[in-house]
């Protein structure tokens, strides 16, 4: 690994502490550095703040060091435009550095190029695609919503061994540890919204709640097509407290119309779309959440929801939680629902899992979209 690489995944890393706290901007790092040493450093920290190349620019001199001369590595190509705050590009040239080292283009239309165009006509020597792959697997989030208008789908279930994700009673807690529900609540923080279809309020009758402590707080979202949600639900309960999202059909809030009027008067939203295969119209849900500017909607259950988003492709990435325990028998729940195949050859096929153990669980992660 060369020294562009080595200030560039350090601005990797700087860049992944703002999950959950900069969306729908991007996770974004830099760091500043001269003549191979790093003076500054800085990460995009919350929405509405300072940018990560300001922020490293404060600290370098905020340390005492000449930021002039510099070297510059960003993940992202700096803005070019005023939203919440200034252009980086100004604030870059006005510091009078010398070299500005981005990892990937920022797709953004008010961006895309023009950031790089400015500082190479201020004078400025643009060194692109160092360490890319890393950087739009950071960014994929943002850049799926940048380039198709849609969130980013991430389809998780925690399971047992032989693949159930419930008894035959459908008892379901707990299948994973302590410490992978943990982990749950921490990718939830980074999440928009959290959905279930209406059979896991029925059953389990959940929260959907972030309790990290860390990140964001998401939307629940209830996938209803027949708006069949309890209104003694403790989502329903705790609406006034933590957003709820009620998505349904047209036709069924047209004849569930005082149900629909019974949830909006608590305070819930009920958003009402086209039928689909199965219930929901799901690509049309995420268009109206890419409307939204959502950047990544987590999918927890139940087994037809989950099966619903992967066989129609709108999944980008599955987080499966895999417990060491072996329920055995026939009618325990299967963790995925969806039409079976015949052949072996006609199963979906998936890439290669990233595997991680979490006490005595595996947490197999598979990326399904390249966006």
């Not at 690489?5 to 350090?10: C, I, S």
């Not at 008067?265 to 219930?279: K, N, Q, Y």
Request: glycine share 10%; aromatic share 4%; charged share 20%.
């Amino acid at each position: 690994m060369d020294m562009h690489e080595v200030h560039m995944q350090l601005a990797l890393d700087l860049a992944e502490r703002g999950w959950g706290y900069v969306e729908p901007n991007p996770m974004v790092g830099a760091v500043l550095v001269r003549e191979g040493q790093v003076i500054g450093q800085g990460w995009h920290k919350a929405f509405g703040g300072p940018h990560a190349e300001v922020e490293a620019i404060a600290d370098a001199r905020a340390a005492g060091h000449e930021v002039a001369g510099s070297t510059l590595y960003v993940s992202l190509e700096p803005c070019c435009h005023t939203g919440k705050t200034p252009p980086c590009t100004k604030a870059i040239v006005e510091a009078k550095i010398a070299t500005v080292v981005a990892a990937v283009t920022d797709p953004f239309e008010k961006v895309r190029g023009k950031g790089l165009a400015q500082l190479r006509q201020a004078g400025i020597e643009v060194i692109t695609d160092i360490c890319p792959e890393p950087a739009r697997r950071l960014l994929r989030a943002y850049l799926k919503l940048r380039t198709l208008g849609r969130p980013w789908v991430i389809c998780k279930w925690a399971q047992t061994l032989d693949g159930r994700i419930a008894t035959r009673t459908g008892h379901s807690r707990w299948i994973s540890s302590e410490a992978s529900r943990q982990r749950v609540h921490r990718i939830r923080g980074g999440c928009d919204g959290v959905a279930v279809g209406v059979k896991t309020v029925l059953a389990d009758d959940p929260m959907l709640t972030n309790r990290s402590g860390a990140g964001r707080q998401p939307t629940r979202v209830v996938l209803d097509d027949m708006l069949g949600t309890p209104l003694s639900s403790r989502l329903v309960a705790s609406a006034d407290k933590t957003p709820l999202l009620m998505a349904t059909t047209i036709n069924a809030a047209a004849q569930a119309a005082a149900q629909v009027q019974a949830l909006r008067g608590r305070g819930i939203e009920v958003l009402e779309l086209p039928a689909g295969p199965g219930g929901i119209d799901l690509a049309a849900l995420l268009d109206e959440l890419g409307r939204r500017q959502w950047t990544r909607l987590l999918i927890e259950g139940g087994a037809t929801v989950l099966g619903s988003f992967i066989g129609q492709n709108l999944a980008d990435e599955l987080n499966v939680f895999i417990a060491p325990r072996l329920l055995g028998g026939r009618e325990g729940l299967p963790c995925i629902q969806w039409p079976e195949a015949d052949r072996i050859d006609q199963a979906k096929q998936l890439g290669p899992p990233e595997v991680e153990r979490i006490e005595d669980d595996l947490l197999m992660t598979f990326t399904l979209s390249q966006n």
